[in-house]
Every structure is written in structure tokens, then in C-alpha cells.
């Protein structure tokens, strides 16, 4: 069970509050319409699954229902940072 | 357009949302998500001793607000409104007589007020607010229980995951957790008194849950 920092909250919950959304940092293209059929698809379909450092988007889903990015370790399921939509990490992978 | 972040009380005045009455008056029996239960009966036949006291705080009404908490011109409009500030700390609440506010996320809270003045309270917003904000009146979606009694904390600790312990949860703090795989916002209203804001449709089921939670200590209903 993990304990997770809600950024929002300033506070330690239970991993049951929480869902996992995905990859972080995963900008829409800003003119879809000029868009090669690759690029779309990579965008809506195409994932990173690194061992190691991930980047990933939570929400609070039963608390205060924000989302919010976590920086973890996806082999020792160490969390390094948690930090708001908007912000960039300051644990990055080498 | 004007930007609706900056805009002054008369502009936002003119784009003025329709407002009804959705509280019906007191000509008309209101009843509650727990009406069937008949909690006023068992109030009167039931024990009148134990480690646990329920009481629903029904039919009142629930508003919820959204605005933006660094926007000073929208603070003090609901302090014109409510005569009580907002409140910005993540997870506090404050109160003013019957107006409460509970802090729900950076930019929500839910504000419970006397049934029959829901309305009022709800016009006075539209009147005074600036700017961008939401209002809506969510009192048919929820009802609120009041637990207290010597085993409160030993009966919630069966249901939610959250740190009961005074120093982790004071008096006035206000979380949205998991509660018996529902969920309910709780607030502490005294050292053996909680709050929890639970949905309707969850209601019956958190209801026959607390029933037998609270086999072991003792249940005691009040009207
Ligand atoms: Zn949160």
C-alpha cells in the first residue's frame, strides 16, 4: 500500500484514495488537423513503460478530486516527489 | 467579451444565472434520503444508552461554491453573504451560527445552511458575487449524519482509513475520504462528535452499515 502526499491537501492519505491516470507531461499536439496518421496515433495511444524513474498523473479521487503528477520508482515503487499540474519534475531520469 | 475574471458586480449582474427555488416551502413535507428509516420513531423506542448517537441533521441545505480563493473581491462577497470567511487552509472549516463552510479542494467548498433558507442564501450570492464563480444547489444529493458518544472513534476507525488521533485530526478539520467503501466528508465538531456529509443514494447503505458497526458499543438514535 502506498502513502501518498496530496499536493492539494498537504497531507499523507491511503493509496485507496487515489487512481492512477496515466502518463504524465503528454502535450496534445497544439494542430491535430496537420497531424500524420503516426503522430496522432503515438500521441493518443503510445506509452512509456520504463523500469525506473516514471512520471505519472494521479487524482485524489475520493478526496479533493485534483490531479497532481508523482515522480516514482516503478521497480521499488519508491515515490520521489509529488508536485502540481503545471510544475516540472526535479527528479528526472539520467 | 470581458474577461469574466475582472469583471464588476453589475456586469456579472447582467449575465446573471436563472436562480429557482429548489427547496420546497414548509407547506409541503420534505423528506429525507433516510424517511424510510424512520429515525424519529426509533429515537423514541429505541435505547437510550450506548457507546454511539446518531442523529441526521436532514434537510438542509447544501450549496456548493466555486471560485478562486486568491480573488479578494469574491472573499469579501462571501463574507457579505455568509458573515464568515471562506475557509483557504486545505481541510478546515469555519462557521458562522447555522452557515458552515467546508473546504472540498483549492477551489471548493461546501457550504450547509438552514433548509428554508437555501434560497435566500443562494439569490444574496447572485446579487453580491463577482467575477466568475459556480453555485449550485446540491442539497436533494446528500444528507448529513452527526456520530458522537464515547466509541465514535472506535466506530469510524472500522470504516475510513484516515488518522482519527486529535493531533492529526483537531476539532474543525475536514477531510473527504473513503468511508465503509462509500464515501463521506467528515468534519470533527467536538473531541467525540463528527459531521459526515454522505451521498443519497448511499445513504440506506451507510445507514444499515453504522447499525451494525455499532453493535458492539451500543446505538443510540436521536431525533
Ligand atoms: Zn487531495
Redesign the interface.
Known sequence: MLHIYCP????Y??E??FHCAGQAHIARPLDPEACSDQEWGEYLFFRKNPRGLHHELWVHA?????FFNMTRDTQSYEIKEVYKIGEQPSVVAE | MSDLNNMTAAESAATKAAVMNQVPGPEIEGQSPLHHADLASLAKQGPKTGGIHLREQKLLGHLTLRCNAENAEQLAAVERVLGVALPLQ??TSTENGNYSIRW???D?WLILVPGLETFDIETKFRDEMPGHYSLVNSSGGSTVLELSGENVVDLLKKAT??DLHSK?FPVGKV????FAKS?ATIRRTGEQRFELVIRRSFSDYLWLWLQDASLEFGLVVEA
Not at chain 1, 492539494?8 to 497531507?11: G, S
Not at chain 2, 477531510?175 to 473513503?178: A, G, H, M, N
Open positions: 492539494h491537501c498537504a497531507e492519505r491511503e485507496d484514495e475520493a478526496g479533493c478530486r485534483k | 486545505p481541510l472540498m479542494s483549492p471548493e482509513p484516515v492529526s477531510v473527504s475520504t473513503l464515501t
